[in-house]
């Protein structure tokens, strides 16, 4: 925690999430921040001392810095994340880079906004274990320390709301904006690589992807905020057997706290925003994620399923995984090696400059890692020679 | 703890928590009464599965037998190409046949409501008909214009047999009509088979004719329905619907009236027609109209003549081509009136009451769209 | 069918087609409407080729023919070639315009000229010119091939006559391509994803006529900001 401490004092400036991040305009921002919670310095400071605290955990190992580690992109670089005692859940956990520009958080939206998300992980059994807010509170409420910082805050005495409204403050100080696409965008062609500026425009062309990953000078995460089943989980289970069981379970227990605890222990997980909604559109579906610095946050996927950004592409080249509530959105789009480097070398300028280092080495990596593998590569179904579902369609008769 | 502020989700899960759970505890009478409003709201907020239905079992398929209500599924106008040339509506119709074998229980048969092909091409229904074949329940077919306008209904006939015909089933009497036949517009300008085709395929090209069902299959139909007593449960299928839309689109059945004249001593009739690729729903006195959903493209409202009973669809999102678009069943009843479920892909199911229609739009109004529209 | 035959449609040509030709693969032409003796080198000794300006159309004649029989056989020949020189009724025929206004009551007017009164070949000039482009964008519109469509897929088959595309709420923030976009890059959106073609140049003379075709049907309509 120490060492991250260090890193993050050096990256943020201290003008940071005080006021619309440049090129956002400050009305857009407004309607990003809860009225109740304004930020300013004390808030920031006490959210940041929270951010890393692992007292607030149960056992006093975890803190929202374990999963959300300032040195792995602001996440842990696994596919699913580990909690207390060697609990590993069903979702990979989204890097807090950025976070504030999302209109919902979790995977499944289930959080409203950045103060509503930070205080669930904290008593979910699995993640931080904390029976519930009470004992939250009672872990850091005898220290003086957080005495002063909460009454000068929020001048209230610590709580378990203001605690996620310290975090949330902290949170939006971690605008990662400034990549060399930002620089291209502004007009320096030379800020990003020829591949890569092939790569944006197949990004707005043939590779359909501005349809949920939109980019544009407000939203510049590029992300709809909306769900989409684009078949990761179809992969695992038969959906509509748990669909039903999604029903019945939630028919029981429909509070946030039980929510979390779905989402992240059963099965039902892989349900995303249906268990939210019971929309049946939204069977399997999961929150676009954002982009930017996604050169950074591997793996991908809300299961983590995805080491690389090739097997990203090949993923979407082939059309998704065919299920009944596939988003008609996404069909195979007959993208060529070529083309798929090109738009994996756009995506990697996503990544701000002050973490270079850590995108030179992730390309690395990942670049060594699809060299070996790619198991999700199907050129069949990206050409459209077998249709995504024709083997559904023909292997019932 | 109690969360700050209730998500809109929250507050739609615990309506719906208590719902249900007051549902269980009435008694099978009051059960069944409010069942049908249950099921029509489950079904619509997306609860229900086309064809499962559950948590509210209120129609188990009947196992045979003149007096339970049945299901047969519908999937319409797939508007295919061969298969170099266009990969998306032949995906499409895939997905439609895969829906439809996933039914459980399975429908006593599968309706296709017509324009298999886009531009009539052998190649094109042969194409469909292999698809088609790989249905599990038994398949009955109906003609569209664009099945028929290059060889005026050759391969058709070759692949599927006469356009026109009827059957009986489980007490049900149905009726399938060539309901697209045009007066010749292409003989007087020496057109070729494919410009006549192509002429017909565009929806609002103005040189062809307005669709009939013509003289002849009228007096077929008087024939047909002649003896049968006026409870008779039935049911018409057409492909554009057997009345006056609007006619810039051959939203239109030029003999509409004298059709719905031979129907009209009925004691209610259900008229299920493809063409128009909307949910649209109408009654005119006895008879009471459905449309289906194409498989390939939705087509936008028509600016007038819209029926008042209909609920417009959500506007469909372009960058999904399957908005709009889906495949569905359709449950019919022993007094002869229907129940229909649109299995409409990426949005919740919408589910359209026979009490809707016999109320005259004052029961079980089929709810709006609960997605954001684009 | 590229730009070439767009730019035949939208330049000068009409019944007079030798009076110009308007289309820059042509290679220079003589002057217009006469043959060109400095053409093509074909022909015996007894008769030469002649070759329209247009660099494709060609006619052999006797020496000694007088030139008007010379201009009615190049005509009769290019005519020959061109089928579809009468794409405009056609056109107009298979798909409904929206009517243009009546602006007869200018006639005589002042306003609306530098110089000089309106007249009634003005105000038909107006007419005629807007809906040939109109009329030129419907045939694009209702047209596969001339959109470039890999799949057989034609802007009719979503928007018939037009309808729901509305085109006067542009600008707008549009949520396919996640910014704002004006009515000609939604244009170009359909064409390279429902339609699945290649995107148009601004200057596209294809593109312009789809927007004007869009834009004339949806005349009279009233303003709904946002709601699309």
């Known amino acids: ?397 | 703890m109690s969360p700050r502020h209730k998500s809109i989700e929250t507050k739609h899960m615990q309506e719906r928590a208590q719902f249900f759970s007051a549902l269980k505890s009435l008694d099978r009478r009051s059960f069944l009464k409010v069942s049908a409003a249950a099921f029509g709201a489950a079904a619509a907020s997306g609860l229900v599965t086309p064809h499962a239905f559950q948590p509210v079992k209120v129609y188990a398929q009947g196992a045979g037998g003149k007096q339970e209500p049945f299901s047969f599924a519908y999937i319409s106008d797939s508007h295919l190409y061969k298969r170099t040339l266009n990969d998306r509506f032949i995906n499409a119709l895939m997905r439609a046949v895969d829906d439809v074998n996933a039914m459980d229980p399975q429908p006593d048969f599968v309706f296709y409501g017509g324009d298999l092909a886009q531009l009539g091409q052998p190649e094109e229904l042969e194409l469909g008909a292999q698809i088609l074949k790989n249905l599990k329940a038994p398949l009955r077919v109906m003609v569209g214009e664009h099945d028929w306008y290059y060889d005026m209904g050759e391969k058709w006939r070759a692949l599927f047999g006469e356009p026109t015909y009827s059957f009986d089933h489980k007490g049900v009497h149905f009726v399938v009509l060539n309901s697209v036949v045009e007066k010749d517009f292409w003989t007087a300008r020496g057109l070729s088979a494919m410009d006549r085709m192509k002429t017909v395929a565009g929806l609002d090209n103005g040189v062809q004719s307005p669709f009939s069902v013509g003289a002849e299959q009228r007096t077929w139909l008087e024939n047909d329905l002649k003896g049968k007593p006026a409870t008779t449960p039935l049911v018409v299928f057409s492909h554009s619907p057997l009345y006056k839309l609007y006619r810039n689109w051959n939203f239109w059945t030029d003999d509409a009236e004298e059709v719905q004249a031979i129907l009209r001593r009925f004691r209610q009739v259900c008229v299920f027609h493809g063409h128009t690729h909307q949910m649209l729903t109408n009654r005119i006195g006895n008879i009471h109209f459905q449309g289906f959903l194409s498989t390939a493209w939705p087509w936008p409202y028509a600016p007038q003549g819209l029926p008042e009973l209909t609920v417009q669809m959500a506007r469909p999102d372009p960058f999904n081509p399957n908005d709009g678009c889906g495949d569905g069943a359709i449950t019919v009843h022993p007094d002869g009136l229907a129940d229909i479920v649109h299995n409409l892909w990426n949005r919740n199911p919408v589910t359209i009451l026979r009490t809707y229609t016999a109320s005259n739009g004052k029961k079980d109004k089929p709810e709006a769209p609960l997605r954001r529209s684009y | 069918m590229g730009n070439t035959s767009m730019m035949r449609r939208l330049g000068l040509i009409g019944i007079g087609v030798l009076a110009s030709c308007a289309h820059s693969a042509a290679p220079a032409p003589g002057t217009p409407g006469a043959a060109d003796p400095n053409a093509a080198a074909g022909g015996s000794a007894d008769s030469t080729e002649v070759l329209l300006c247009d660099g494709q159309t060609k006619v052999s004649v006797a020496a000694g023919t007088p030139g008007t029989a010379v201009a009615g056989a190049l005509m009769t020949e290019w005519l020959r070639k061109n089928p579809n020189s009468n794409w405009e009724a056609e056109e107009r025929e298979r798909h409904t315009l929206q009517p243009a206004a009546d602006n007869s009551a200018l006639i005589g007017q002042v306003q609306g000229q530098t110089y000089g009164q309106v007249t009634a070949q003005d105000v038909a000039l107006w007419k005629a010119e807007t809906e040939r482009v109109a009329t030129a964008g419907s045939e694009v519109f209702h047209n596969a091939d001339q959109l470039g469509s890999t799949i057989g897929v034609s802007c009719d088959m979503c928007h018939p006559h037009a309808a729901n595309t509305h085109p006067e709420t542009y600008p707008k923030y549009q949520n396919q391509l996640g910014r704002v976009a004006l009515l000609r890059d939604m244009i170009n959106w359909c064409i390279q994803h429902p339609v699945r073609g290649k995107a148009m140049e601004s200057e596209d003379p294809k593109l312009r006529a789809l927007e004007a075709y869009i834009l004339a049907q949806r005349k009279g309509k009233v303003l709904e900001y946002g709601k699309h």
């Open chain 1, 1 to 397: 925690m120490d060492e991250q401490l260090k890193q993050i004092t050096a990256l943020i400036p201290a003008t940071a999430g005080k006021s619309a991040p440049a090129g956002v305009s400050s009305e857009y921002w407004k309607a990003l921040v809860p009225a109740d919670n304004i930020a300013n310095d004390a808030r920031i400071e006490l959210g940041r001392k929270l951010y890393f605290e692992t007292r607030l955990s149960k056992d006093g190992t975890v803190a929202c810095a374990t999963c959300h580690d300032v040195s792995r992109g602001f996440t842990d670089r696994r596919n699913t994340s580990e909690g207390i005692s060697d609990q590993i859940g069903q979702r990979n956990a989204p890097t807090t880079l950025n976070a504030a520009f999302f209109t919902s958080q979790f995977w499944d939206g289930r959080a409203g906004n950045l103060e509503d998300q930070a205080i669930l992980p904290i008593v979910n059994p699995i993640e931080m274990g904390q029976p519930d807010g009470n004992a939250v509170v009672a872990s850091i409420a005898s220290d003086a320390e957080y005495q002063k910082a909460f009454q000068a805050a929020y001048g209230r005495a610590v709580n378990y709301a203001d605690i996620g409204r310290a975090i949330a403050a902290f949170e939006r100080t971690l605008v990662f904006l400034d990549a060399p696409f930002d620089r291209f965008a502004r007009g320096d062609a030379n800020a990003i690589s020829a591949d890569a500026r092939a790569g944006w425009a197949l990004f707005n062309g043939k590779a359909r992807c501005t349809g949920c990953h939109q980019l544009s000078s407000n939203n510049p995460i590029g992300t709809d905020s909306r769900f989409h089943n684009v078949g990761v989980s179809a992969r695992h289970q038969n959906f509509e057997e748990l669909a039903k069981q999604g029903l019945i379970a939630l028919k029981k227990d429909s509070s946030k706290e039980a929510l979390d605890k779905l989402a992240l222990q059963t099965n039902l997980s892989e349900l995303g925003r249906f268990v939210v909604t019971q929309n049946r559109a939204d069977i399997g579906a999961f929150k676009t994620s954002q982009l930017r610095n996604v050169g950074i946050t591997a793996p991908y996927m809300h299961d983590g399923s995805m080491a690389t950004l090739w097997d990203v592409m090949d993923h979407y080249n082939k059309g998704g995984e065919p299920n009944p509530y596939l988003d008609g959105g996404i069909e195979p789009l007959a993208l060529n090696e070529t083309e798929v480097a090109q738009l994996v070398a756009f995506m990697f300028t996503l990544t701000d400059v002050r973490l270079d280092a850590q995108n030179k080495s992730e390309l690395e990596r990942q670049r060594a890692i699809a060299a070996q593998r790619r198991p999700f590569r199907d050129d069949n179904a990206a050409n459209r020679k077998v249709l995504p579902f024709e083997l559904r369609a023909t292997a019932q008769r």
